[in-house]
C-alpha cells in the first residue's frame, strides 16, 4: 500500500457466506502439453498490451485516450505466487497481505472456466480470459476508483491501471468423471492497482516522463530502455528483473523456479484428484456457470 491510498479487494460474484471451493488440481499435474510455456507467457503479455495500447490511443468505444499507459513485462515473483494460488483449489482472491511482495502491493483477477464434456478442450487461453476482464469497459464509466464501481469493473480498471507494469500469470485444471474441465486462471499485478480515490490513467496523448520512453512495440505505451525479456528465442532461459533461468523437464521449458518444487508423481496426482472430487461434492455450489468471471 503506498502512502494513505486505499486498494480494493474485489469480491466473489457469489454470496460471501460460502467461499467457492473449486475441483482443480495443481497445474503440475496437468498433461505435459499443458504447462506454462514462453508462448503462454508471450501470449499473455501481448494480450495485455494490445487491450492498454486500445485504451491508450482512444479507440475504445467511451473510453478516453490515456497519456501515462505503461508497456506490460512478465515477473517471475509475480507468477510464483500466482501459480501458488491457483494451486489451492480455490476460486476466491487469497488476502492482500498473502499477496504483497517486497517491492509493492499487488493486484489480482481470477477467472474460471467450466467446459461440459462434449465440449471438453484442453488448451490454455489465457488471451479469451483476459479479454472477458477486458469486456468489463462496457460498464465503467471512467472517473476515481470507489467500492461500488471496483465490485463491477474492477477487473478491467486492474487491467489497464496506468502504473501497473508488471504481471504474472498461473492456470490449474482439473477434469471430472463426465469430462467436465474446470480451468482456473490467475493474474497478479504490481504495483496494484484499483486504488481508491484515483484515477485508472491520465487522460490525453501520450506522454512518457523520464526515465521512460516510447515503447518499441506498442505506439502509445511507454516503455523501459532496458526491455527485461522474458524468454530468449530457443526457448530455454528467462531473462528478467530476477534474472531466473528456466529448465527442462521431460522435454518441456518452465519460466517459473516455483515448478522446479513441484514435479509429476503419479501417486500423488491420484490422492489429489480424490481429494479434489470431494472438495467438489462438499462445496461446490449446484448451479453450473459455463464461464465465471471473479
Not at 500500500?1 to 454470496?15: N, Y
Not at 486492474?158 to 498461473?170: D, E, F, K, M, S
Not at 519460466?255 to 480424490?274: A, C
Request: with cysteine; hydrophobic share 30%; charged share 20%.
Amino acid at each position: 500500500m503506498h502512502g494513505t491510498s486505499t486498494k480494493i479487494r474485489l469480491k466473489p460474484i457469489f454470496d460471501n457466506r460460502q467461499a467457492l471451493s473449486l475441483i482443480l488440481t495443481s497445474s503440475n499435474y496437468i498433461p505435459e502439453n499443458e504447462d506454462m510455456t514462453c508462448d503462454i507467457i508471450r501470449d499473455i503479455l501481448d494480450t495485455h498490451n494490445r487491450l492498454r495500447q486500445s485504451i491508450a490511443e482512444g479507440s475504445i468505444n467511451a473510453q478516453p485516450p490515456a497519456a501515462n499507459m505503461r508497456e506490460m513485462y512478465w515477473d517471475s515473483e509475480l507468477a510464483s505466487g500466482a501459480q501458488n494460488w491457483a494451486n489451492q483449489c480455490t476460486f476466491d482472491h487469497n488476502s492482500e497481505k498473502d499477496r504483497k511482495v517486497e517491492r509493492f502491493s499487488v493486484g489480482q483477477n481470477l477467472g474460471l472456466m467450466i467446459t461440459p464434456g462434449s465440449q471438453y478442450i484442453t488448451k490454455i487461453e489465457f488471451s479469451k480470459q483476459i479479454n472477458k476482464w477486458f469486456d468489463e469497459h462496457e460498464l465503467y464509466q471512467f472517473s476515481a476508483i470507489d467500492a461500488k464501481s471496483a465490485a463491477t469493473t474492477g477487473h478491467y480498471t486492474q487491467v489497464v491501471w496506468a502504473n501497473t507494469y508488471l504481471v504474472g500469470c498461473g492456470y490449474s485444471m482439473y477434469k471430472t468423471s463426465n469430462n467436465t474441465a474446470y480451468q482456473f486462471y490467475v493474474c497478479n499485478y504490481g504495483p496494484a492497482g484499483n486504488v481508491l480515490d484515483k484515477l485508472p490513467y491520465i487522460i490525453g496523448n501520450r506522454s512518457c516522463d523520464h526515465p521512460l520512453k516510447n515503447s518499441d512495440k506498442y505506439p502509445n505505451l511507454c516503455g523501459v530502455k532496458d526491455v527485461p525479456i522474458s524468454c530468449l528465442k530457443n526457448n530455454t532461459e528467462e531473462l528478467n528483473s530476477y534474472k531466473r533461468s528456466a529448465f527442462v523437464q521431460n522435454g518441456r521449458k518452465f519460466l517459473n523456479s516455483h515448478h522446479n518444487t513441484h514435479k509429476y508423481n503419479s501417486s500423488v496426482y491420484q490422492r489429489k484428484k480424490s481429494f479434489c472430487s470431494r472438495k467438489m461434492q462438499i462445496n461446490f455450489l449446484s448451479r453450473i456457470f459455463c464461464c465465471i468471471i471473479l
